[in-house]
């Protein structure tokens, strides 16, 4: 791609657009590396926006989401130095009718930042990745506390940790995801407390924003009559609508609670059958139910059309057991890294020839390079600190679409909820295939966690610690025994035919399977929601009423959906931080 840098900006937008979606679809596309970038006073730059900040670096480039699915050419970003350079530029926008979004590493499903096909006129991207980036440790606080600017990588921030001490009990897979954004959109690991496991000061089973003690966020003073920087504690009821802000606000530094590190075992299994893994609540044998009382942490990855997934336990584990392999480093599974010739040659089969009837040997080809590399890598059992066996996914690795849902239940229905789904995906892939039809070609992907309960964020966040009132791992208040969430995913290429439409009907059996006394649903902020047959984020009823709805269901009249709504309009009044997407969604 790097020998086309100097052709691309003339390109038509369209050109630009279908290239990237064509190569992200065919799994070509790797790490995010812009394909070019434009000074302001380029010549072939454009108009400069006007009056815009001097002193800050400004340029055209790109903009591209991890599938590829988003791509908008010639968008203005700017690089602040500083947190007065944010402040600075926001208030510049509000002069002058732009709006600003905050931009990280874009490991990002949803056009919570820019819409595909959408135009970004009027529109500033904020690269927080170039400078906001500072990390301070302070040990001698209870828990230990850790201040962070949120351009950020995950992978810096939990590295910096690892050499205080400290880790976290959980935390997403990729390491190229900015701290800010991984809070906004209440990113998540797997992991529950094992039967005979005592939770540690500083940790939290739920998302990396119920780790949060106080927060930095730009919002405008009503009485100056300009933005400017405001810190809110955990302990004030409005930082609840901070917590998780979908990019509705702009976060510009954390504090965050930190517990003490701890070693990992990470044991992969490859031989348990997917009808005794996902069985029936209460059967015997090596379900999810028995991993999640023996270890807590579980995350099982079933390929299409195969009979085995590969399932990855960890278990705390102070001494390296004989068997274990130590590890010193993340990202530990090179098979999963690159795109082998066989597969590459599937997915173009795939995607660019339409032969979707290849779909179950893509599956079982995928389910067999992860069998082989397991064994030639030694990398079943695998022991070392936590950040090390958490973090596992590369940029480089297959892009995918995906949707996403937390379904929020009591611990002792997970296996009851899985087992459901289970059958219930089974069932439509059968139906799908009687027609000749494949839509889904990539793997189902489960994850069982805590919630946000706020009190783990323990003494340093003060009494009445805020709940994030726009996480999907919200307590529900009314029902104190729903404690546990099972993340469900559901992964295949984009454009892959059908695709929406077998989505859409999962969405809606899951709504309306997992309700009343039973369970609840809600949806995974960075993935796919709200379906209509031809794409996500664009059901009207389910953006309108069923997710607030969702929200508010057992929850105070102060704490609701729309209380948060109030909150981020009334710091953000001009809606700077909005987009196209959250203007219907957070109206």
Partial sequence: MAQ?????????????????ATLAAA?????????????AHAQDAGPTPPGFPSGIALYREAFQNWSGEIAVANVWTAAPATCEDVVAIVNWARANGYRVRARGHMHNWSPLTLEAGGAAQQVVLLDMTKSLTKVTVELAARPARVTAQTGVSLDTLLGTLESYGLGVTACPAPG?????????????????????????????YGSLSNLILSLTAVVFDSGRQQYGLRTFTRSDPESGAFLVHLGRALIVEVT??????????????????????????????????????????????????????WLKVWTV??????????????????????????????????VTRGECAVTPLFGQTQMSIVSAGLAFTQSSDLWGWSRNLLQYIRPSTLRVTANGYAVLTRRDHVQRAIAEFAQCYQNRVDVYRARGEYPMNGPVEIRVTGLDQPADAGAGAGAGAAAPLLSPLRPRVDRPDWDTAIYFD???????????????????????NYAGSYASVRPEWSKGWGYTEAAAWQDATLIGSTLPALFNE???????????????????????????LLDRLLP
Avoid at 27 to 39: E, K, R
Avoid at 176 to 195: E, K, N, S, Y
């Fill in 4 to 20: 086309h840098h100097q052709n691309d900006s003339a390109r038509p937008r369209r050109t630009f657009v279908a290239r990237i």
């Fill in 27 to 39: 799994g070509v596309a790797s790490g995010w590396t812009p394909l070019y970038q434009i000074a």
């Fill in 176 to 204: 190229d995801v900015t701290l800010g954004g991984a809070l906004a959109i209440g990113a998540h690991g797997t992991g529950l407390a094992a039967a005979r496991e005592t939770p540690l000061p500083g940790h939290t």
């Fill in 256 to 309: 965050l609670a930190a517990g003490a590190n701890q070693r990992l075992r990470c044991q992969s299994f490859t031989d348990i059958p997917a009808a005794e893994l996902f069985a029936p609540s209460g059967s015997r044998g090596r379900t999810v139910a028995s991993f999640l009382d023996q270890s807590g942490r579980m995350e099982a990855i079933w390929f299409p059309f195969t009979s085995c997934p």
């Fill in 317 to 350: 584990q102070p001494v390296k057991p004989l068997l274990s392999r130590a590890v010193t480093r993340p990202f530990n599974y090179p098979f999963c890294d690159s795109i082998p010739q066989p597969l590459s040659d599937l997915v173009k089969r795939i």
């Fill in 490 to 512: 559901i992964l295949t290429m984009p454009g892959t035919p059908a695709a929406n439409r077998f989505y859409r009907e999962i969405e809606q059996w899951m709504l309306s």
């Fill in 554 to 580: 057992g929850q105070p009249a102060a704490a609701t959906w729309h209380a948060a709504c109030a909150v981020l309009n009334r710091y953000d009044p001009q809606r700077i931080f909005s987009s196209p």
